[in-house]
């Protein structure tokens, strides 16, 4: 089966670091993406790694540990309009195919 | 252009009536998916087309029908809903389908339509 946890909600201040982590037990590993998503919004991309190690891009950085079955999402120099949920999602290969099986999503609340 | 068009933005149906959502992307992406969304919790994969076909279907009713006409398309037929189906219903596309160590794959999401079902 597959099994994805992050921590439900996280709040942080205007200009700081935060860290969102993301572990996951899936038979098929294919992939890990993050997404960002406002309330009454669609999800966006932000980042996708399939091997181990660190992708940086701009504020934001994602690092995976497939031995751990362990990502993190990393955003610095916080605004307030990344106040958002952040969904961890793995993308799982079976037999019938791949799919991409989403976390429940840290509500991040940064505050001034 | 990384855009995926979803139509209706939002729809209000009876139990009765028969309607049809429609997504569409011209990004050359084979894989297609529809998504559905309640309030609050992280989106739920309902079916996965791959190169046209129908590669995957999580056990969703027969109420919902997906349907893909070509590459650039994919729609999802209601009938018979039940009031416990409203929820945002999102499509979703990608470049490849089948998952190559390395390579890189990136979901891009349509705007949702936002159902109703009374």
């Known amino acids: 089966g597959q099994n994805i946890d992050q921590p439900t909600e996280m709040t942080a201040t205007e200009g700081a670091i935060v860290q969102i982590n993301c572990t996951y037990q899936?038979?098929?590993?294919?992939?890990l993406f993050w997404y960002q998503q406002h309330a009454g919004e669609a999800p966006t991309f932000l980042s996708y790694?399939?091997?181990?190690g660190l992708e940086e891009k701009g504020r934001f950085s994602s690092f995976l540990s497939r031995s751990k079955g362990y990502s993190y999402l990393l955003l610095k120099e916080l605004q307030m309009k990344d106040s958002a949920s952040y969904l961890c999602?793995?993308?799982?290969?079976?037999?019938?195919?791949?799919?991409?099986?989403f976390g429940a999503g840290t509500r991040l609340f940064v505050k001034a | 252009d990384t855009e995926v068009t979803q139509t209706p933005k939002h729809l209000v149906m009876g139990m009765t009536n028969k309607k049809s959502l429609k997504c569409e992307q011209h990004?050359?992406?084979?894989?297609m998916y529809w998504y559905k969304q309640k309030a609050k919790k992280p989106p739920e994969l309902m079916f996965v087309?791959?190169?046209?076909?129908?590669?995957i279907n999580e056990s969703v009713p027969s109420r919902f029908s997906p349907e893909c006409p070509n590459s650039s398309l994919l729609n999802l037929h209601l009938h018979a809903l039940q009031p416990e189906d409203s929820a945002l219903y999102l499509c979703?596309?990608?470049?490849?389908?089948?998952?190559?160590?390395?390579?890189?794959?990136?979901?891009?999401f349509g705007p949702g339509t936002r159902l109703l079902v009374l």
């Open positions: 979703a596309s990608s470049q490849e389908p089948a998952g190559m160590s390395g390579s890189r794959e990136t979901q891009y």
């Open positions: 899936t038979s098929g590993f294919n992939g």
């Open positions: 790694n399939v091997l181990d």
């Open positions: 999602a793995v993308r799982d290969q079976d037999t019938g195919g791949f799919k991409t099986i």
């Open positions: 990004m050359g992406h084979r894989a």
């Open positions: 087309y791959s190169y046209e076909k129908l590669s």
